[in-house]
Every structure is written in C-alpha cells, then in structure tokens.
C-alpha cells in the first residue's frame, strides 16, 4: 500500500457498516490500588509544603508567629487538597482497551483524550514501577513507535501481572509480525 | 565487488582539505551566535584592535587545521558485501555499521571545493534518529557510485524489485539522463526563496542582536543628517504623520531588501533544480557551489506536502515536500536536509508536479470544514478580552482618552477578520485510501497522506466541545503530527475508525 499510485494502487471501499467502532471495546479501569497509591503520592510529593510552615514554627529562630505559620499551612492545604481530589477522579476517567490490533488509552477528566496505538506500530515495550507503585502491586506500560524518542504511549496503573502479560503478548505480537516480514522479504 | 574491496580503508589524502573546510563551517554554524556576540564585543571594546582579531581567527584555524588532520588520520571506511563500517572519532573511537538494506536514501553532495578534485560526500540515510546516519565526507565519485550501485542493488534485491537500469542511470544525468519531470528557472527559485519562510526565521534569530547596531546607526545617521541640513528634523517633529510614513517606508524596504537576499541564496542553494523520474525512485539535483543529489523511493514515500506561504500566494508560488519515514521531527525547523523539497513551483506546474509525485491526477477534492463554533468559541473569547482591557485602558488612562480603546478595539476587529481566514481554510478530504488536510491562513498548506500509514491517532475533548459535541483529531504520521481541530464527535469518531481499519488491515510494515 503506497501513496504512489502506479506502485500499490488499490482503492477498496471501506465498509463503512463493517469497521469496528472503538467505543465498542471494553475498557478496563485502572487496578483498584491505584486510588490508594495517588492518594499516598499526592501526600509525599505536596505534604512537605504544608509542613514546611510548622515546622518553621518549631524552629526557634525562625520568626514566624504560630497563628501565621498555621494559616500559611491552612492556605497550602486547600489546594494540596484539590489535587488529591483531582487525581482521585482521574483515576476513575482512566482505562485501557487491547483489541486484536490496536491498543487503546484514555484519560483526563476535563479535557478528555482516547490514544489508539495500532499494534503494528510498536517497536518496543517496557513495563516500569517505581518503588511506592511497587508496594502497591503496580506498573505502567510504555510503548514506543519507530522513530520516537520518548514513550508514545504510557498506560498507568496497571496491575503488576497484567502489565507483564501485555507486555509478553505484545512482544510476542512484535516477534511475529518480524518473522513474517523477514520471511517476506526473503522470498 | 571489483573496486570496493573489503578491507579498511582511509579517505584519500585530498579529502582533508574538505573535511577542514567542512568542520570550519560545521564550527562557525554552530557558535553562530557566539561569533555575532564575539563581533559586537570585538566592535565596541577599544583594547582589542586587529592584530588581536588576526591572532585569535589564525589560532582557530590553526586548530581546525590540526584537528582535521586527526580526523582524517583516524577515520576508516570499509565496505563489506552488505553493509559499511565507520571507525572514527577523535578522542574515543566510534564505530558504525550500516547494513545496505537498511539505507533509505544515499545522498550525494558536491561542495565547490571538492569539484577539483573529484571527489563527493555521501550520506547513508538510515530510518531512526538523524545521529546515526552516516557519511563519507570525501570519496572519489566513481567509488561513490560504485557503492551506491551496491546498496540499491541490495535494496533492490530485498524489496524483490532489482532494476539494472537503476545502476546504470546515476551516471551521467546531466549529459545524458533522461529529462527532468520538473525543473525550476532561476526566476522560480528566486520567488521561491523571496516566499519561503527562511527570513522570518533568520530574522527572528538575528533580529535581537543586529537591533542593537542598527539602533546606534541610525541615530548617528540622523545626526549627520539633520547636521547636513538635509533633512529638517524640526520640521519632521511637527508632522508626525509624515515621521510614521518614513518609518513604514524604511520597515517596508528592509523587508523587500531580506526577500531579495533570500531569493538569491534560494538560487544559489538550488540552482538548476531538477527533479528526475527513476523506475522506482526520485531523484532531485541542484545546487551551485554545493551539488546535491537525493532521491526518494517511490515505496517510501507517505506523505505529500504543498504549500503556498503568504508572499507565495500574491505571486503565485508553490512549494512541495515528498515526506517519507524517519525520526526528521526534530531538526525541521532551520536546515532540514532529509526533506526531499521541490521548490519554485508557479501554478501553472503544480498539478503537473504533483502528479508525477503521486502517480495520478489530483483532483481537487470537496473540502469538509471545521465546525463554526471553532470560529465563534476565538470570537467570543478574544472579542471578550479585548474589550475588556480596552475598557480598562480606557478607565485607567488619565482624562479617559479615547484613542487607545479605539486601537485595542480596531485591533479586536483585525483579529476577527484572521480567525474567520483561518478556519475558512481549515479542511479535510478521505477516500478511501488517503486522506488530505487543508490548513493555513492567508496561504495554505495541504498535506495528504497515506491512511495506512498512521503511527497512531487520538482524538482530543476540551469540556467546551464536549458541552457541543465536538472533538479534534489528531493523527501521528512517521514525518510529524497531522492534527484536525473541531469536528462534530461522530465524524472524528468515524475518521478514527478508518484510520485505524486502514493501518491495521494493511500488512505492510510502518517504516
């Protein structure tokens, strides 16, 4: 299949009725530790900053009057807050699809996007976990297409053995679809 | 296998001469900026006069001379029956290998300074990443051609489509080739180079830094001026009007002065432009005190770009881009030597052009639009900042003057105006098998691509086209990322769909 027409031309009709709508794939939510974990990453990553002032109040020559650190703590809580709130829903906007072909993601809970991925196009795969995504029984997923440098695609909040299994049945998926080119061209 | 025997061999001793000539260059491009700072201190400082400027350039010759030399010494080429090794590097030894079948393109340049001596650089464009491609910046033209005969043997023989005639047609194109499918008179390139976006971006670069000295000119040539009596700047003050005609005379002249420049390095750069039709590729040669030759393979070829810049509309100008596979997203922006771009195309040719590289008529499609709330979402939100800082200004200003409100708002309407361009151009068209994009503003850009050979498609939703039932789409090409703002769901969703039906009951392999 080529763009130039005199060296792949073929130009079936697309059977409009017969093309698999993704929305008919089932999606699968994120594992169910993976609330608990962005919940605990939202506490380690933003908690220092509302501790920061009670500390400095600790602090004995630091001056800083106790009402006004514990308002500054209060002012940071709130969006510390907000963005544990956020990242609780997003949880739940978060799912994945594999199909036959293609992979698919979506997320955001505002602006919203769905990325499909044809399996074809993968390259490369790789599972990654962090250490508190490890305590958790986690992992993501990342693909990569030819050419890119950076993950195309990254799924996250896998369950450690699904993420492995998808990662073996795409490269399994990779080591095929090799074989059959190489044969291919062999020929 | 006669003449390119497997073993390492060294460049020829003539070719350190290039390879001064090109690192110099490579050097001064790089630290372009510093140069234009170095220049400036070297300008205002008082201490350092010429025979510091001579020692210092002197030295950086001196060491690019030495460091050649090296080079030279240690870079080592060999040529095996399916592939090309390179050891090289000055400090830590570097070695590549290329087997032929991986090649896509084999470029061939032809500095002015390596035409004496008979000597090319190639290049072996490999898909992946610009860093591993390899070059050999000096051989002798018949071992040149020799290895390009090898590799699109190779290729050839792995694609199952081995054409003698290939071999034999690099020769002598210029004597004897076949003719050209498309080439471009001086008078083309010149209004391709006075179109062509370059010189906003070398301006954009450059502007910064030379403001500075064209600043302190320009009053010192007041003064002169307005000491010679020439001109009465007294007069001048009192008719403002006349000043900002002035002002907009010399802005419009600089501008015309940078579009003439930029048609002459576009003739230089592509001189006697000639695009060539092989039996399974293209082959485009130009240039004249660098002769390049590219060339693009039919089967590698996914995508088609034609574009007509603003400046390129009033004079009728195109260019086109033939993309194929490659990690070329990140260095597109200055000199993108992998696209294989065919410019100086006047309206009369393009679909002349555009037909041979597609292989069949171009037809021009029905145009589906954007959906106007694209149009009325920037309306509202920009008409909706801009009067409200107008109105700010004007309850900000002392004495509520009036005229700046009027310009915010003035500027309000213009605004408008480009917005409404802007998604008039907007467009797709899909058959069955390709699919077109339209964008742009005053000018226009129109890419189509091959549906098959989508990496990956998304479909994007703010919370204001979620409320209409609107989504953008955005489509991941091997060249770059195509991307659709604005259509109703269902048509993005369908779009989806068949991109992704296409990619995926194709076989054939995305590179």
């Not at chain 2, 500075?212 to 307005?226: D, G």
């Not at chain 2, 109703?488 to 969703?493: E, G, K, L, S, T």
Request: charged letters at 20%; one cysteine or more.
């Amino acid at each position: 299949m080529n763009l130039h027409e005199e060296t792949g031309f073929a130009n079936p009709m697309v059977p409009l009725d017969k093309v698999p709508d993704y929305h008919a794939a089932e999606f699968e939510s994120v594992a169910s530790s993976f609330r608990r974990y962005t919940l605990i990453s939202t506490l380690i990553y933003t908690g220092p900053l509302v501790a920061a002032p009670l500390v400095a109040w600790a602090v004995p020559f630091v001056p800083l009057a106790g009402w006004k650190s514990l308002v500054i703590a209060g002012g940071l809580l709130i969006p510390v807050v907000l963005v544990g709130v956020y990242r609780w829903i997003d949880a739940g906007c978060r799912g994945w699809a594999l199909r036959r072909h293609d992979i698919i993601a979506r997320a955001g809970v505002l602006w919203r996007n769905v990325t499909a991925l044809p399996v074809a196009r993968i390259q490369h795969v790789e599972t990654t976990h962090g250490p508190l995504e490890r305590v958790h029984g986690l992992a993501r997923l990342k693909l990569y297409t030819a050419g890119g440098l950076t993950a195309d695609l990254v799924v996250i909040g896998l369950e450690r053995a699904s993420a492995d299994r998808l990662r073996e049945y795409l490269v399994e998926q990779i080591r095929k679809r090799d074989a059959e080119t190489s044969q291919i061209s062999n020929d | 296998m006669t003449e390119v025997g497997a073993f390492w061999k060294a460049l020829p001793i003539s070719a350190v001469g290039a390879l001064y000539i090109n690192g110099v260059q490579r050097f001064v491009r790089e630290n372009l900026i510093v140069f234009f700072g170095a220049g400036t201190g070297f300008a205002v400082s008082d201490s350092l006069g010429w025979r510091e400027f001579g020692l210092g350039a002197g030295l950086v010759l001196l060491t690019g001379l030495l460091v050649a030399l090296i080079y030279h010494r240690r870079f080592r080429y060999r040529v095996d029956e399916d592939s090309l090794r390179v050891r090289k590097g000055l400090f830590e030894q570097q070695e590549l290998k290329v087997r032929f079948e991986r090649v896509q393109n084999v470029g061939f340049s032809q500095p002015i300074y390596l035409r004496p001596l008979g000597l090319v650089r190639v290049t072996l464009e490999t898909p992946g990443a610009a860093q591993t491609e390899v070059s050999l910046p000096g051989i002798a033209s018949e071992e040149a051609r020799t290895l390009r005969d090898m590799i699109s043997g190779a290729v050839g023989r792995q694609t199952g489509a081995a054409d003698s005639q290939d071999a034999e047609s690099g020769r002598h194109e210029r004597q004897t080739g076949p003719p050209a499918a498309f080439s471009a008179s001086a008078a083309d390139l010149f209004k391709y180079g006075m179109t062509s976006n370059q010189i906003w971006i070398l301006l954009a670069i450059f502007g910064a830094p030379a403001s500075n000295w064209v600043e302190s000119r320009v009053s010192s040539w007041v003064e002169q001026l307005s000491a010679s009596g020439l001109l009465d700047m007294e007069l001048l003050r009192g008719a403002p009007l006349l000043l900002a005609l002035l002002v907009g005379l010399l802005i419009v002249s600089f501008a015309l002065l940078l579009m003439a420049l930029s048609g002459l390095l576009a003739i230089v750069r592509f001189h006697d432009y000639r695009l060539l039709r092989e039996t399974d590729r293209f082959k485009s040669r130009f240039g004249l005190l660098d002769v390049r030759e590219k060339s693009l393979k039919l089967t590698k070829l996914h995508a088609i770009e034609i574009v007509q810049t603003a400046v390129g509309r009033l004079l009728g100008q195109w260019h086109a881009i033939g993309h194929q596979a490659g990690a070329a997203q990140l260095d597109q922006a200055m000199n993108d030597d992998r696209r294989f771009l065919i410019p100086g195309i006047d309206g009369d040719r393009l679909e002349e052009v555009v037909r041979t590289l597609r292989g069949g008529v171009w037809d021009a499609p029905d145009w589906e639009g954007i959906h106007p709330r694209f149009r009325s979402m920037l309306w509202s939100r920009i008409s909706l900042m801009l009067v409200a800082s107008a109105l700010i200004v004007w309850f900000m200003l002392p004495a509520h003057l009036v005229w700046p409100t009027l310009v915010i708002l003035g500027l309000n309407l213009l605004i408008l105006g480009i917005v409404h361009l802007h998604w008039r151009r907007w467009g797709y068209a899909i058959d069955g098998q390709r699919m077109r994009i339209r964008s742009g503003l005053i000018g226009q850009k129109i890419v189509e691509f091959d549906l098959a050979r989508c990496q990956q498609a998304g479909i994007r939703i703010s919370p204001y086209q979620r409320r209409h039932k609107l989504a953008s789409l955005s489509i991941r090409l091997p060249h770059g990322e195509q991307s659709i703002p604005y259509l109703p769901q269902a048509v993005a969703d369908q779009i989806l769909n068949i991109l992704l039906y296409r990619t995926e009951s194709s076989a054939e392999d995305g590179l």
